[in-house]
């Protein structure tokens, strides 16, 4: 059965009308299907209405097998009787004009540069249209969004007409429709005609304005952010809080506010680059302390167990302590938290394989890992204590004599 539709009178805020079906669709999830509705469902990039239906909550409408599901929580116990229905006014008005203002956006582009949109969709937040263009100006997009405010500060009527597919070929649309049949227009006179068949309110002024946000290249189009009516203001205050917070950190007006955040950015990287040269100074400061404390030992193997160190800081001291003394071998073991690492890096002169060696260790951790035959590293489950890890290792690298 075909619903009749009313929601195209998009001021109806309430009704009644009569259930023909209460159903479970094969997810499970309860609807009804009313003799006349007011609800809009999803279609044509603009969300479905909300509401209720004899005071209970509407989840979702859509439109499947030419039938308007209205998707409730529960079951109603009387579907004998009429039943009312009640609009979300909020979400409603919010999407014609938010719908209208994509109308009227899309045809200032189309108008002015012959940017055509190709689709749309209407978010909770923001509105998206890709134009069928690979690039986009700053003048381009300000010239549009301003052909578009003065439309809607003209208060153009909008107005709605069904249409034979004879009577159409009388008339210039923006974009090909899809449909042959019920052809439903939205006509901005002299400006924009369009087959839709979502909400719009009665004249342009409702829309209130349209603010272009950003933009992106996506696949050879470009995707277009955008706002229109309370969203604009909702963008404001979110936006003006956000600046009021920044100039209190930043101790600057607003107008400078970029050149402060600017500042403090390469202040923070010039920070972190004397950091490292801090931190590299220590790592070769450790290495030698290692090699002189090390440097009376008949062993050929430095080993050593770390808690909480970085495999990149292992990394950098097993290369300045090799670097430093080429008949060295470095074995560091790291245990983080249920993680264990190793780091392997032998000298010159020295004949160990430090990926044999690393490698054959790890089953033991149930690890990975990889490297080359002067230095490997890998990693595993802390299953057991680094010193045993270590142990395992240098007496697996003892297995070979440094080239004399």
Sequence with gaps: MTTKLYYHDVYIRKFESQVVKQSIDETGNTYIVLEETAFYPTGGGQPHDLGTINYQEIVNVEEIEEEIRHYIKEPLKDIKSKVRGEIDWNRRFDHMQQHAGQHILSAAFESLFGYKTVSFHLGKEVLTIDLDTENLTEQEAEASEKLANRIILENHPIETKWVTEEELSQIRLRKQLSVNENIRLVIIPDFDYNGCGGTHPSNTAQVRGIKILDWEKQKRKIRLQFVCGE?????????????LEL????????????TSALRLIESGKEQERKLEEVKEALLNYEAKELLVAHKDSAEPIIGMVYQNRSVQELQKLARSIVNSN???????????????????????RVSHNMKTIIGNSLPLINGKGGGNESFAQGGGSAVLSGEKLLQQLVESARLFKIEK
């Design 231 to 243: 969203r604009i203001l909702d963008q404001l205050n979110q936006k003006q809080k956000v600046l």
């Design 247 to 258: 100039t209190k950190l930043l101790n600057a007006p607003e107008r400078e506010m970029a």
């Design 326 to 348: 080429d008949r060295i071998t470095f074995i560091g073991v790291a245990e983080n938290e249920n993680r264990i690492q190793i780091v392997g890096a032998r000298g010159m």
